[in-house]
């Protein structure tokens, strides 16, 4: 099984797998599971999710985007760790910067539901309605215009500030902080409205 305890003990330099290969613990696309347990584990503190009209075609095909979303709610509403069984699936390949981008697209939606803010949110780089919704709340909570993952180093995932001026063209990445950085500013900007 992995589990977030489970993520730093393997290589991950074996290179890809697709979606004809079975998982691998020493693949990059294993590692991206086990990633996700961290991510949850950061992304717990954000339990506002009450609306989560994700789906991930790019990356996952429409049969599996929903019971990927479903581990994704039970990790988070349940404060548990997200634990995928090992070598038994086969799915598309995940890369980092989609993994991000739902998250953070699960929070706003989850954040502004009450609003009646709701739909189908496109996972990946093309630039879609939900990209610029993500785009505005990030720029308000960040002071940035966007997040992604650089996944050809899983040893430091970084996190990445858009430049404003590619706000609605091809994003261009700069690395600025670390994901967990990117993250406890998120709970402390939370934090800091609750109260």
Request: glycine share 6%; net charge negative; hydrophobic share 35%.
């Amino acid at each position: 099984m992995l589990t977030t305890s489970s993520f730093y003990q393997y290589d991950c330099s074996s290179g890809v797998v697709d979606a004809d290969t079975p998982l691998n613990l020493t693949s990059y696309y294993s590692a991206t599971k086990q990633a996700f347990s961290d991510y949850i584990c950061w992304y717990k503190h954000l339990s506002r999710i009450s609306v989560l009209n994700i789906i991930l075609p790019s990356v996952f095909g429409a049969d599996k985007g929903s019971k990927f979303i479903n581990l994704l709610v039970r990790a988070n509403l349940l404060c548990e760790d997200l634990v995928f069984p090992g070598g038994s699936e086969k799915w598309d390949f995940l890369f980092l910067d989609d993994v991000i981008d739902a998250l953070f697209k699960s929070y706003i939606i989850s954040v502004k539901s009450d609003e009646g803010v709701s739909g189908t949110y496109s996972i990946g780089s093309s630039e879609t309605h939900s990209m610029i919704e993500l785009n505005e709340y990030l720029s308000g909570v960040m002071n940035c215009n966007s997040v992604n993952f650089d996944g050809s180093d899983i040893g430091y995932i970084k996190y990445f500030q858009a430049n404003s001026d590619m706000f609605n063209k091809r994003f261009s990445w700069s690395p600025s902080h670390t994901f967990f950085q990117a993250i406890d500013k998120v709970i402390k900007y939370e934090q800091k409205n609750r109260n």
